[in-house]
């Protein structure tokens, strides 16, 4: 989804495109030479099912439990006979839960809801002999892949939050490798899914170090800072760090210059003609000036950089990088306004998407002749009334 309308070049405004990792999508984006963020969320999606698909026994456990699933929810008699079965073991009343192709963590909630209700489906299984129930070994396979998965998908719940920002992408990445990458006694037996997983994490996400926007972004947020990055990347953070500040300082000089340029066109007597500026006199001083501006530019960055390095990282759940700057923009006054403007891309799509879904519910049998203007109305309300706590 694209974070922004058009891609005209603004003064004022840096548009960045979010899309779900389409290779004709990437190379438009880099045709109209807009910075693309892909979806990471939706990468996610990609990684995972690259696992699930890799391993055999996998996929024969997933398509039998599909299949119960199936039996459940087309069945209202096999559903009621379930229910009585879950009274009387004790078990919560929930029901079968069928996995979605489009939403990878369906799979996870549905190994969770199979391993919950594992016992009923055992006896189940034993007063219904068509029914077959995983035998014990693939109930162990569906245990593993549980651990698997849910890391995972704490990792995409992050990054598809409404107030997550680019910032997450790189360490995420990193921690998700780490984690990949352990073996055990817990991963025997999917060595090859957590295998898969990790190549296709690493091709993936392979050019997100050259990413400007996801490394500035990482290197701006206080939980995080230099961290997750290696050396080589953190050396180019600092050249890029140091080539925005400087386009940053010539754009705040060039407004002051446009608005003394305005007030020197007033008429001023008591200007003398003896103080009339020869073409040389400004050259003198912009090559004066252009050479002082670089080298206090550069000075005042690397001083304020090196600070800020040295500042305690923020506690990464609690911790709020906004909040953070505003409350130092006046210690590190080259910084703030890039950490404005960096953190401000978010990771994924999903937020952006939701509000596709949320028009899509607006529209109701009784509603369905609302027009466009309104439901756009309602939906903004429906977003941004909770944010003044209802107060209006």
Not at 59 to 78: E, Y
Not at 107 to 118: A, C, I, V
Not at 355 to 365: H, M, R
């Amino acid at each position: 989804m694209e974070q922004g309308a058009s891609c005209p070049k603004c003064e004022s405004h840096e548009w960045i495109s979010h899309w779900d990792s389409g290779a004709n999508v990437v190379k438009g984006m880099r045709l109209v030479e807009m910075p693309d963020l892909s979806c990471s969320a939706h990468t996610l999606q990609l990684v995972v099912n690259d696992g699930l698909q890799a391993q055999r026994a996998v996929g024969d456990i997933l398509a039998k439990l599909k299949r119960c699933a199936t039996h459940f929810g087309h069945s209202v008699p096999a559903k009621q006979r379930l229910e009585q079965i879950q009274k009387d073991v004790g078990l919560p009343e929930h029901r079968i839960l069928q996995a979605c192709p489009t939403r990878w963590n369906s799979t996870l909630h549905m190994l969770q809801r199979m391993q919950e209700q594992k016992r009923a489906l055992t006896v189940y299984s034993g007063d219904f002999g068509h029914f077959t129930c995983p035998s014990v070994e693939e109930w162990d396979l569906v245990e593993k892949l549980i651990n698997t998965l849910e890391p995972i998908e704490e990792i995409t719940l992050e990054v598809s939050k409404s107030d997550a920002s680019a910032s997450c992408i790189i360490p995420t990445i990193e921690v998700l490798k780490r984690f990949l990458e352990t073996q055990g006694p817990e991963t025997r037996g999917i060595q090859t899914l957590r295998k898969v997983m990790l190549d296709s994490l690493i091709r993936r996400f392979s050019k997100i170090a050259e990413s400007k926007e996801a490394v500035l972004a990482c290197v701006l947020d206080p939980r995080y800072k230099q961290r997750p990055l290696s050396d080589s990347t953190t050396k180019k953070a600092k050249t890029w760090l140091e080539k925005e500040a400087d386009k940053q300082h010539q754009a705040s000089s060039a407004a002051t210059h446009k608005g003394a340029e305005e007030y020197s066109k007033k008429p001023r007597m008591e200007k003398s003609l003896d103080q009339k500026q020869s073409v040389l006199d400004h050259l003198y001083e912009d090559m004066l000036q252009s050479q002082q501006t670089v080298t206090g530019v550069s000075e005042s960055l690397n001083e304020e950089l090196d600070r800020y390095l040295q500042e305690p990282v923020l506690d990464r759940k609690t911790g709020d990088p906004l909040q953070w700057w505003r409350q130092n923009a006046g210690r590190f006054q080259t910084l703030a306004p890039l950490a404005r403007r960096f953190l401000t891309p978010p990771p994924s799509s999903v937020p952006s998407e939701r509000v596709f879904s949320t028009v899509g519910a607006i529209y109701q049998d009784r509603r369905s002749s609302l027009t466009g203007s309104k439901a756009e109305m309602l939906c903004f309300l429906y977003y941004n009334l909770p944010l003044l706590n209802w107060q209006y």
